[in-house]
T-cell receptor
Framework: AQSVTQLGSHVSVSEGALVLLRCNYSSSVPPYLFWYVQYPNQGLQLLLKYTSAATLVKGINGFEAEFKKSETSFHLTKPSAHMSDAAEYFC?????????????FGKGITLSVRP | KAGVTQTPRYLIKTRGQQVTLSCSPI?????VSWYQQTPGQGLQFLFE???????NKGNFPGRFSGRQFSNSRSEMNVSTLELGDSALYLC????????????FGQGTRLTVV
């Protein structure tokens, strides 16, 4: 079964700095990978989705992620952090088959943005 | 298009009681999944329903159950509540096509005292 690993539980950046949140998937190439964001006391919002159509995926709010098979990675980046980006970020992969079947989530990374 | 609606948003129950949580999916979506989110265990899959049938089940005790109605609305039930059941319960709906990603509701925050 597919799984993902998110390194580190907390990342702190200054406003305007690069955001890099790491995610590695288990060895077999997944058909789909997702990044979700969760603001306090809210549900999960989809940031972007990898579907094998393109290795560089652009999402909402200026975020993007690059799928690298050689590194089994799908890291999330944003060139310039904004205070409103402070939230928890989850990488996820479908356990089996289709995009929405039984998602397995990473532990999540809390992003703090310093003024 | 209205999003996924979960009710209630907050709930406080006593140990030993039972609770029912409700989820209305996005119109046209026939798949509903439930997840439990706790600080210790993170996000864990509970079960998935499609066309009123449970299609997948996570590794949770039988006290956790669910169902889906003909209009795709879903409920989950937890019986004999334990303190450890305190969590944010998230519902997600999808079209269940191969590319149909999951859309999440805001969750129900259950506190067991």
């Amino acid at each position: 079964a597919q799984s993902v690993t998110q390194l580190g539980s907390h990342v702190s950046v200054s406003e305007g700095a690069l955001v890099l949140l790491r995610c590695n998937y288990s060895s077999s190439v997944p058909p789909y990978l997702f990044w979700y964001v969760q603001y306090p006391n809210q549900g999960l919002q989809l940031l972007l989705k990898y579907t094998s159509a393109a290795t560089l995926v652009k999402g909402i709010n200026g975020f993007e992620a690059e799928f690298k098979k050689s590194e089994t990675s799908f890291h999330l980046t944003k060139p310039s952090a904004h205070m409103s980006d402070a939230a928890e970020y989850f990488c996820a992969v479908p356990r089996h088959g289709g995009a929405n079947s039984k998602l397995t989530f990473g532990k999540g990374i809390t992003l703090s943005v310093r003024p | 298009k209205a999003g996924v609606t979960q009710t209630p948003r907050y709930l406080i129950k006593t140990r030993g009681q039972q609770v029912t949580l409700s989820c209305s999916p996005i119109s046209g979506h026939r798949s509903v999944s439930w997840y439990q989110q706790t600080p210790g265990q993170g996000l864990q899959f509970l079960f998935e329903y499609f066309s009123e049938t449970q299609r997948n089940k996570g590794n949770f005790p039988g006290r956790f159950s669910g169902r889906q109605f003909s209009n795709s609305r879903s409920e989950m039930n937890v019986s004999t509540l334990e303190l450890g059941d305190s969590a944010l319960y998230l519902c997600a709906s999808s079209s269940r096509g191969q590319g149909g990603e999951a859309f999440f509701g805001q969750g129900t925050r259950l506190t067991v005292v």
